[in-house]
């Protein structure tokens, strides 16, 4: 059956082939869906909100899913087999009074029913409202903003990036801050969802469908129920309802600490077809463009997002291309493989993409928007303690990276960093182990949106991590999220925590800020 996918890669290219079908490009006309009339839901199908993403100068992805029971078993959100046909408006005006594009997009089961609309044809730099319609049912309204122009000047892009959103431990109240935030865009780290079978009841929330003990989950029916438990949440819909998300992934979305197909818990073979149906539910349920579309166990998601001439992200996948874990595989360890030169963090190909990007760089701020600890961590106050799961177990792949910063030379190098839970601020050296060598830029790490529960604001072990590590600034333990504002003259996060996420409601505050100075690598407090 493929929806227990035992799909391998052909299974899934042969199940791909109406795949176009998913979308309305501009004002073409999808190929009709179904010849006999269509069995509409009775209850309401947009259960799982809306979403766009991957914007342009003149388009953008928008996104929804039809599910009226959104945790049906069988993974189908209680929709029948046959595709659906459904409606969409964009507007200039949130009450609809001038609508610019309407049109149909085929909902089609092969994908759980859901709906991507890739527009083209829009004006660049604008806000736009949009929605879809099913029979009888209007969907929430969504927000969103597409691109400025290439070359475009423009004086300033606020964004915000987020990772890591365990819905067992915690409330997404951080979403709900950042949705009334001004904003023109979310970035999205990673660990959208979590594999892990039900902890118990003695977490904030509780995970329907799984039980204590049981293994994490493997099958698409499953990967897809837990995307839409995760997308019930009335804080998450805001703020993809607000605006427009880049995202990419980490490791939970498919399996903790997977690389490539090195997967320690499982065989090799079974890894491949459980990647494969984790991919094609982390494709339906993201405002992903046509070109991310898996292919079996593969999937394309590097790729550059330019807002005119004031910043490039170059957002990263560290996952499906890196070499198996250095020293055993262990979390924290030292050995002189981890810097053998053959192993790379993007993989190969990617690296050479990278490195193209970054040399043929053209606007003021050049951004890595990527999962794992980039710059030197020396853990637990032990000068040869690294994890292998980052950048410190390949250091050779990051050595290259910074010789193309340092060679180019890269102006205003940033790097966004998900995965750790932590809210880190540090400086990236040409040498981690001189201080006074040469700051090439800086690294803004973001906490967790609710992973491991309430935090703490000074870690117990953080003092000793800050003497070991003199290019950090900032360390902290809350939940949260980083809000950015980014001008032709400086960089600036603000690190936004909330005292608590066990129990919904909590206020956000500004812990610290950071600038850096256009042209002046290294960090500065506000």
Same mark, same amino acid.
């Given at each position: 059956m493929a929806d227990q996918l035992t799909l391998g890669r052909r299974g899934l290219l042969a199940g791909a082939g109406g795949a176009v079908g998913l979308y309305s490009l501009g004002q073409r006309r999808a190929r009709p869906v179904a010849a006999a009339p269509q069995r509409l839901p009775r209850d309401d199908p947009f259960t799982l909100g809306v979403a766009s993403g991957d914007?342009?100068?003149?388009?953008v992805v928008l996104w929804t899913r039809l599910a009226p029971e959104p945790l049906a078993e069988d993974g189908h959100g209680g929709m +029948?087999? #046959?595709?659906?046909?459904? /409606?969409?408006?964009?507007?200039?005006?949130?009450?609809? /009074?001038?609508?610019?594009?309407?049109?149909? $997009? +085929?909902?089609?089961?092969e994908f759980a029913h $859901?709906?991507?609309?890739?527009?083209?044809?829009?004006? +660049?730099?604008?806000?736009?409202?949009?929605r879809f319609r099913l029979g009888a049912h209007v969907s929430p309204t969504g927000r969103t903003r597409t691109l400025p122009e290439p070359g475009a000047q423009p004086a300033a892009l606020p964004f915000a990036f987020v990772s890591c959103q365990d819905w067992q431990t915690g409330y997404y109240t951080a979403y709900r801050h950042l949705a009334a935030e001004d904003l023109d865009l979310v970035v999205h780290l990673g660990d959208y969802i979590y594999e892990y079978a039900s902890y118990g009841p003695d977490y904030p929330r509780p995970q329907p469908g799984t039980e204590p003990g049981d293994d994490s989950i493997r099958t698409l029916a499953e990967y897809r129920n837990r995307y839409a438990l995760y997308r019930t949440d009335a804080d998450l819909q805001a703020a993809h309802r607000a605006f427009a998300w880049v995202t990419?992934? *980490?490791?939970?979305?498919? !399996?903790?600490?997977?690389?490539?197909?090195?997967?320690? #818990?499982?065989?090799?073979?079974?890894?491949?077809? !459980?990647? $494969?149906? $984790?991919?094609?539910?982390?494709?339906?349920?993201? +405002?992903?463009?046509? /070109?991310?579309?898996?292919q079996g166990p593969d999937m394309r998601l590097y790729?550059?997002?330019?807002?005119?001439?004031?910043a490039t992200f170059n957002v990263l996948d560290t996952r499906q291309f890196r070499a198996a874990p250095a020293c055993g595989g262990g979390r924290l360890s030292d050995c002189d493989e981890r810097w053998d030169p053959a192993r790379s963090l993007p993989g190969a190909e990617q690296e050479r993409w990278l490195h193209a990007g970054l040399a043929d760089a053209e606007t003021?701020?050049?951004?890595?928007? #990527? !999962?794992?600890?980039?710059? #030197?961590?020396?853990?637990?106050?032990?000068?040869?303690?690294?994890?292998?799961?980052?950048?410190?177990?390949?250091?050779?792949?990051?050595?290259?990276?910074?010789?193309?910063?340092?060679?180019?030379?890269?102006?205003?190098?940033?790097?966004?960093?998900? *995965?750790?839970?932590?809210?880190?601020?540090?400086?990236?050296?040409?040498?981690f182990t001189d201080p006074d060598s040469a700051t090439l830029g800086s690294e803004f790490a973001g906490t967790s949106v609710s992973s491991a529960g309430d935090g703490t604001d000074l870690p117990w072990w953080a003092p000793t991590d800050l003497q070991t590590n003199p290019h950090f600034a900032f360390i902290n333990g809350q939940r949260g999220y980083v809000r950015c504002h980014v001008t032709r003259g400086r960089w600036r996060s603000d690190y936004r925590v909330a005292p608590y996420v066990s129990t919904p409601g909590a206020p956000v505050s500004t812990r610290r800020s950071f600038v850096v100075e256009a042209g002046h690598p290294g960090l500065q407090e506000v």
């Open positions: 914007p342009s100068p003149d388009g +029948p087999p #046959q595709p659906v046909a459904v /409606r969409y408006e964009v507007a200039t005006d949130e009450h609809f /009074r001038a609508i610019v594009r309407r049109g149909t $997009a +085929p909902a089609r089961a $859901a709906v991507h609309v890739e527009l083209d044809g829009l004006l +660049p730099h604008r806000w736009y409202w949009y990419t992934l *980490d490791d939970h979305e498919v !399996q903790d600490s997977w690389a490539d197909e090195t997967n320690l #818990q499982v065989p090799p073979s079974a890894f491949r077809d !459980q990647r $494969a149906a $984790a991919l094609r539910a982390y494709y339906e349920h993201m +405002p992903l463009r046509r /070109r991310a579309l898996p790729r550059r997002v330019a807002y005119g001439d004031l003021r701020w050049n951004v890595l928007a #990527q !999962q794992v600890f980039f710059s #030197q961590w020396a853990m637990d106050g032990d000068p040869e303690l690294f994890s292998m799961d980052a950048w410190d177990g390949y250091a050779s792949s990051r050595e290259r990276v910074l010789r193309t910063v340092t060679e180019a030379p890269v102006p205003n190098f940033i790097v966004l960093t998900g *995965d750790i839970h932590l809210n880190i601020a540090a400086d990236i050296k040409a040498d």
